[in-house]
């Protein structure tokens, strides 16, 4: 048997511990939200992708990164009063990184019903008309004169392009690619007629590539909305709040501002918009 000596000390040593252990276990815990946790360690954590540009655009000379959803997280870190954390993904890794809890936030994600059912949305920040960029010589005007047989079509694959072109262009050949530069290659190369993108980004590829043909929106137009993505949590505190942030910040204007001000850094603007088309 133990010595009440040996018994007491052990008690001590016991509750010396769990009290040591509680703050960790507190700053810890798998419970602790994603808002609560930005608040506590005053960081915000994100990332942007190389050669995302007016999206997201790093320097290569001075690693410094620039496009409209920074602006948009140095403005809700600068909110938040914390810092912002910015590493790198790709379109397609994004989701993955909020659900593996690399990171708070993501901006820039189509919300579509697969993605759904495995991260949260926020309100929308701007609409983006699906669009096509065409080879030379190429012409199509509506989605019927697209979904035809003969018609071939470029997309990324996985991405919110690629399902509306399932959806919309069942009988046109679609072709699949890693990365949407890959599927604007094929283009460019004659292997495909046309690629679809939401229009910002069929109006850069335009830009960076003049020998392409057309920016096409076809009629009837349909677009995607652009919002930021979270982790799945019960508590759904860090959406709604930016939710709010966004709503808020869209009246004020501020939200267009950055969008149009970082085109330059692909040199679009809203007057190379087609007729009709807007954010």
Not at 94 to 123: C, E, H, M, W, Y
Not at 248 to 266: C, D, H, Q, T
Request: glycine share 8%; net charge positive.
């Amino acid at each position: 048997m133990l010595s009440r000596r040996m018994m007491g000390g052990a008690a001590g040593l016991a509750l010396a511990m769990a009290a040591t252990a509680a703050p960790a276990a507190a700053q810890g815990s798998p419970a602790e939200t994603t808002f609560d946790r930005i608040r506590r360690t005053k960081k915000l954590r994100s990332a942007a992708v190389v050669g995302g540009a007016p999206y997201y655009h790093k320097d290569l000379a001075t690693g410094q990164w620039r496009g409209f959803y920074v602006d948009l997280l140095r403005m809700l870190a600068e909110e938040l009063e914390c810092e912002l954390e910015l590493g790198e993904t790709t379109w397609g890794n994004a989701v993955l990184d909020l659900q593996s809890n690399k990171i708070d936030i993501f901006f820039g994600l189509n919300p579509t019903p697969k993605r759904a059912l495995v991260v949260d949305f926020s309100v929308p920040c701007f609409s983006n008309a699906f669009s096509f960029v065409t080879r030379r010589g190429f012409q199509a005007r509506t989605w019927d004169e697209l979904n035809r047989p003969e018609v071939k079509i470029a997309v990324d694959t996985g991405s919110s392009q690629d399902q509306v072109v399932t959806r919309l262009c069942p009988r046109a050949s679609v072709s699949r690619f890693k990365s949407a530069d890959e599927a604007t290659m094929a283009v460019q190369s004659g292997r495909a007629d046309a690629q679809c993108l939401v229009l910002i980004l069929a109006l850069t590829a335009k830009k960076k590539l003049p020998t392409l043909g057309d920016v096409l929106v076809p009629t009837p137009v349909f677009a995607t909305t652009s919002n930021a993505g979270f982790r799945r949590e019960a508590d759904k505190t860090w959406r709604d709040y930016v939710n709010t942030w966004i709503e808020f910040n869209k009246g004020l204007g501020a939200v267009r501002s950055a969008i149009v001000s970082n085109m330059e850094l692909v040199g679009i603007s809203e007057a190379d918009f087609p007729p009709g088309v807007t954010l």
